[in-house]
């Protein structure tokens, strides 16, 4: 009998946890009259991160300032391309930052324009991810074998001992290797890992082609013409490693830290032994939850609890509901992982990272 690449979640029988947290959160909205998308305050943000990248843009390729200010400017950029993935693209391919349907498809889309491709994001992380949380072989965010290692079920091998300390040297890389080669890749294969990608229609080719070729154009292209091949990689560089480094360390920090659980399939059934909602909880954590501007900056992913368990609500309500969240969990004795500051959780990556290198 062939066994299915996505294992199946097995439901705990007489738990009413998942049932119960869904209807407390419901009542904190239902109660204050809120709608569970974005408001004001996140359209605003997204068009200041929006505004902030494209007159860097304008200004470093069509102005060309000197030298250490491009570069400082290339660096922003660096931190503007993560911040609107956080903040706008994210939210939007998730269905929650606006009511409506169009608002959400473009902020999904923005992704596009700075380099990868909507579609394969969707099935990586929206289908993928959220489904298979830090289960090694399907879970493709915790796949970057075999330079690091990153649950116990992969393979060791003998310079994985010394990952805690050369990761973050390619955790710079994540954004080049992205949107150069690892879409591609998934286009080409027609597939997220083990996992086959829904059969695109011909406009979704088209359009992973046109944004393709956008970005090649607006980045690449047209920057080497203007300033020149080495004034363009100089700048590429710093901005495609800062905003890497950034990316790679914001999701690397919700899920691969010390606590969290990376279960294992119950074989030959390809079962998962809790249900769904416990699997988020055991595999997820939050950190640095009380500091407003990292929440800010970050889209709320250091509110990763709250958005695993309820994906389709946006990023401004995790405060909130992440107190419904705790208070549901101390109820039914589950683990709720969290830490305190961001430094935290850098820590218990680091560590994590140097057990399994050894272990």
Known sequence: MKISPTPKFRNIKNSNFHQELKKRVQEYFDHNKKKQTGNFSLYFKAGLFWAIYIALYIHVVFYTPNAWLAILECLVMG???????????HDGSHGSFSSSKILNKIAA???NALGASVIMWNNKHNIIHHTYTNIGGVDDDIEIQ????????????????????????????????????????KYFRKKVGPVAIKKMSTWEHISFWVAKLFFLFSMVALPIYIVGFLSWLVGFLVL???????????????????????????????D???????????????????????????????????HHLFPKISHIHYPAISKIVKKTCEDFNVKYIEFKHMRDAIISHTLHLKKLGVV
């Open 146 to 185: 075999p330079l690091v290692r990153l649950c116990p079920s992969q393979k060791r091998y003998f310079f994985h001992r010394y990952q805690h300390i050369y990761v973050w040297l390619l955790y710079t890389q994540l954004y080049i290797i992205w949107v150069f080669a690892t879409d591609y890749i």
């Open 272 to 306: 998962i032994e809790n249900e769904w909602a416990m699997h988020q909880l055991a595999t997820t954590a939050n950190f640095a939850t009380k500091n407003k501007l990292i929440s800010w900056l970050v889209g709320g992913l250091n509110f990763q609890v709250e």
């Open 109 to 111: 889309s923005s992704v």
């Open 79 to 89: 931190g503007a391309t993560a911040a609107i993935g956080f903040n706008v693209m």
């Open 240 to 270: 495609a490693m800062s905003a890497g480094f950034i990316l790679s360390t914001v999701f690397q920090l919700a899920h691969t830290v010390e606590h969290t659980d990376f279960p294992e399939p119950i074989m030959p059934e390809n």
